[in-house]
């Protein structure tokens, strides 16, 4: 894939490749089996400014944005390189077998969110707050899972330099908040040594103004246009037409 800028920009994350010579597992164990991780090992893959990873579940996109951040040092259920809460280990060992191939001076400062671990990283940023330097932080838990993410947004945690991981962003956000967060998001990326990695299923954030598209899928992974991917044309067509979807899936539901 080509590369995407200069490499006087300062990114974080330039490129995410294998870390030869680090031995890889036979090809049949997971997450090798996903083929977009296949290629990843095999081929690496470019990362721009703003890039937007999409597809259907199994696709590999948060096993991508995972091994990234934990690659570059992030806590694995979400925060920053210095966040060491934990529930339950789940991520893959991919992070093991990459490195990530940063520009000169980028910054190592970096933030790591997931939809499927924010209720415990907000809980471990409420029990920790008055130790921290987020003191005025609000308390994520008198908030609604929605509310707290565009709260969390707004801490100056989003506000500097590096490099912003995001796991389905969109879970528990309205439309509205959605398009604040593509604002958000689009103003992150254009600041100077600034980069924001996304895995999504929403339309609305794919649409983020310059960003790099990756779909993946049983193909490995491809760029696309936003008007070309499928999560764009499945969204378009259940709106023009519910019913022509609806009936592959409720059996009692009239012609």
């Not at 997450?31 to 095999?42: D, F, H």
């Not at 789940?90 to 990459?98: A, G, K, N, T």
């Not at 790591?112 to 671990?117: G, H, L, Q, S």
Request: negative net charge.
């Amino acid at each position: 894939m080509a590369r995407h800028g200069s490499w006087e920009e300062g990114l974080p994350a330039r490129r995410l490749e294998h870390a030869d010579p680090v031995e890889l597992p036979p090809p049949d164990v997971w997450p090798r089996t996903v083929p977009a991780v296949e290629q990843v090992l095999a081929h690496g893959v470019d990362l721009a400014r703003c890039t937007v990873l999409v597809g259907e579940n199994g696709s590999g996109k948060s096993t991508l944005v995972e091994a990234l951040a934990m690659a570059v040092g992030m806590n694995a259920e979400g925060g920053s390189t210095g966040a060491a809460h934990r529930t339950h280990a789940s991520e893959s060992p991919l992070h093991e077998w990459l490195r990530v191939v940063r520009d000169p001076g980028a910054p190592r400062w970096g933030y790591f969110v997931r939809a499927e671990t924010m209720h415990g990283l907000f809980t471990y940023l409420d029990t920790s707050r008055a130790d921290s330097p987020w003191s005025r932080d609000p308390l994520f838990h008198g908030l609604s899972h929605g509310e707290s993410f565009v709260a969390l947004l707004g801490t100056r945690r989003f506000r500097g330099e590096g490099l912003f991981v995001m796991d389905e962003p969109e879970a528990g956000l309205s439309f509205s908040a959605q398009l604040h967060l593509v604002a958000e998001l689009t103003e992150m990326a254009r600041r100077p040594r600034t980069q924001v990695v996304l895995a999504t299923h929403s339309p609305v954030l794919a649409a983020v103004p310059g960003a790099h598209l990756l779909e993946l899928g049983e193909h490995g992974i491809r760029p696309s246009a936003w008007e070309e991917l499928d999560l764009v044309a499945h969204h378009r067509g259940f709106l023009d037409a519910p019913r022509r979807y609806l009936r592959h899936v409720v059996d009692d539901l009239d012609d």
